[in-house]
């Protein structure tokens, strides 16, 4: 029987924690539930706000009787415990979901299958930089929950995968921004790519004729799905193909924002702090965000000149014998590793592998053709990379572990050379996540 008043946080990472701590100080009775180890911070942080956890298990008649359950974005619908909550229709809501009921910040939300943390940092670092009083939230930053908790922003910056949007119902985006849409976590979605598609779409509920909806013109899966939703935002698209008349376009080398017939900004392309069409799309939707805010034209563009990049994003870590070696373990999709083999120029040895999501290696092959000099193949299961690359690329080498493979590429490549760390996969297969990928390769580059 449910309990009124009763919430359950299913998962105690960040998001879950979070919003425990949130949930506590709105008045709820609050249960934790992990069914793997919880780490001693998280602990640490329940135990200090007097919430009621477990780990190792989920306990069936704690839960199911709770009145709501938050659930943590990685836990998929399949889930046994989830199948018995939306059985028995008892609400199953994100982070997100929640915390945006306790306040009235402005939002600007960031979603795509690439590009999402470039983007939300460097508007967070103009919006910073223009003296706002923002917080970091989503998959970056700390827990959007926890913040509402504890801080009183008046704008949030929040990147949003497609788990966390699947979880939310009325949360509104004053700002949504939708970057693009590939091929991705296609096992979360019945191997089916319209429900990914439509997932990234959840974006733009409830959005009103006031707000504003940001988005790539040269997607032609976000071009081709905009008529069948109801948007009642403000368009405002960004291209490198075409004069956009509201929004903003790259062409000649030029980029120009105008807003409302507007011209707002120019810049040249060569400005930008980061390299490559991808990013010149992600700085495209960053200034358009500034410019519906009013920021100073100035603010806008020393933020795109002096912005850092993202860690394990086409990180350069050294230079050893004229060799260059990049960490780009956030990739962890196809189209991400193709931006990043499009942005490189010169030679190439590629580590490549890990846990394949139903890759389609296809669009990468000409790439490969004419700029990969060898593939490193790192993780348990490599054959789809060598079904795809066997006569386009000469050498393709099989390793076990990190230390091997950048050994391995370190071997094969010679002066000015780059040796590329960019999976195309999830990194589970051999490590917890892309960052302690990227983490043990820096390691072992610094370790020849």
Known sequence: MK???????????????????????????????????????????????????????????????????????????????????????????????????????????ITGSNGKTTTTLLIYHMLKKAGLNIGLAGNVGKS???????????????????????????????????????????DRYDYKFQNYIDSKFRILQNQTKNDVFIYCADDKVIR????????????????????????????????????????????????LSLEGTHNTYNSMAAAITGSVL?????????????????????????????????????????????????TIQKDIIWIVGGVDKGNDYSELVELARNKVKAIVCLGEDVKKIHEAFEGIVNDIIDTKTMKEAVKTAYYLGSKDDNILLSPACASFDLFDNYEQRGRQFKLAVRSL
């Open 144 to 186: 959007f929950a926890l913040q509402v908790a504890k801080e009183n922003f008046d704008y949030y910056v929040i990147e949003l995968s497609s788990f966390q949007l699947d979880g939310m119902f009325n949360f509104r985006a004053d700002i949504a921004i939708i970057l693009n849409i590939t091929p991705d976590h296609l």
């Open 294 to 342: 009013d920021l100073r034209k100035d603010t806008i563009r020393e933020s795109l000149k002096d912005f850092k990049g993202v860690e394990h994003r086409l990180e350069p870590v050294l230079k050893i014998h004229g060799m260059q070696f990049i960490n780009d373990s956030k990739a962890t999709n196809v189209n991400s590793t193709w931006f990043a083999l499009e």
């Open 3 to 109: 309990k009124e008043n009763y919430i359950v946080i299913l998962g105690a990472g960040e998001s879950g924690v979070g919003s425990a701590v949130l949930a506590k100080a709105k008045g709820f009775d609050v249960f934790v539930s992990d069914f793997g180890k919880i780490t001693d911070k998280y602990k640490g942080l329940l135990n200090d706000h007097n919430i009621n956890w477990e780990e190792n298990k989920h306990t069936e008649e704690k839960i199911l009787s709770a009145s709501e359950v938050i659930k943590s974005p990685g836990i998929p619908d399949t889930a046994p415990i989830v199948k018995k909550l939306a059985e028995q229709n008892t609400p199953i809501i994100s982070e997100i979901e929640f915390a945006g009921r306790y306040t009235n910040a402005k939002t600007i939300c």
């Open 224 to 271: 081709e799905n905009i008529p069948h939703h109801e948007i009642k935002a403000q368009l405002m698209p960004f291209s490198a193909k075409y004069v956009i008349q509201n929004g903003a376009y790259a062409l000649n080398n030029e980029i120009k924002i105008i807003i409302n017939s507007n011209n707002y900004i120019t810049m040249s392309i060569f400005d």
